[in-house]
């Protein structure tokens, strides 16, 4: 296993739709997730998309930690991988929800996302998963889904006044 080097924010990786995995129970898919998986926690994230690491392929890895879960709609989880995801809203409701990236370091902004989601894939092992994320969960699948995308989080922003360094907004809060 291997720390990977996260491509930042003005690399043309982070802005291009990645491409679906042929193969997901292939050797190099599960020698890139256990790359990424050291280089999330390395990191210290709770999400991270294969794009982020310099590779164009439609796979991102997330987690809920205990500290973050929302109840019992969102309950904590250690690392979980998502292989050729497909999300759709389960529903309108938005929340504007806080957010930070890997990608674009010291900063974070002010992000509308769905309330809940509606997520199918491929997991670790390349076994069919499904199911609706709620909370925090939703938050961040929606969020990694988005670098498969080619969007960043301050592309989604609807006030870049709400937009900050770490730093800043901890001393002051977020102007609403």
Do not use: W
């Not at 982070?14 to 926690?41: C, H, K, Q, S, Y």
């Amino acid at each position: 296993m291997a720390v990977l080097k996260i491509a930042r924010m003005g690399h043309p990786v982070l802005l291009r739709r990645a491409d679906e995995i042929e193969d997901v129970n292939g050797p190099e898919v599960r020698r890139l997730v256990l790359d990424m998986m050291e280089t999330l926690e390395d990191a210290g994230g709770v999400g991270l998309a294969a794009p982020q690491v310099h590779v164009a392929k439609r796979l991102f890895l997330y987690s809920v930690p205990e500290g973050r879960s929302e109840g019992e709609d969102d309950p904590p989880c250690g690392v979980q991988v998502l292989i050729n995801p497909v999300l759709e809203p389960v529903g309108d409701e938005r929340v504007q929800r806080m957010e930070g990236c890997l990608s674009i370091p010291g900063l974070r902004g002010e992000v509308p996302r769905y309330r809940q989601v509606r997520y199918a894939g491929y997991d670790h092992v390349g076994k069919p998963v499904e199911g609706i994320a709620s909370g925090f969960r939703a938050n961040v699948m929606q969020h990694e889904m988005d670098h498969l995308d080619g969007i960043l989080y301050p592309m989604r922003m609807k006030d870049l006044g709400k937009l900050g360094f770490d730093t800043e907004i901890m001393r002051y809060g977020v102007r609403t």
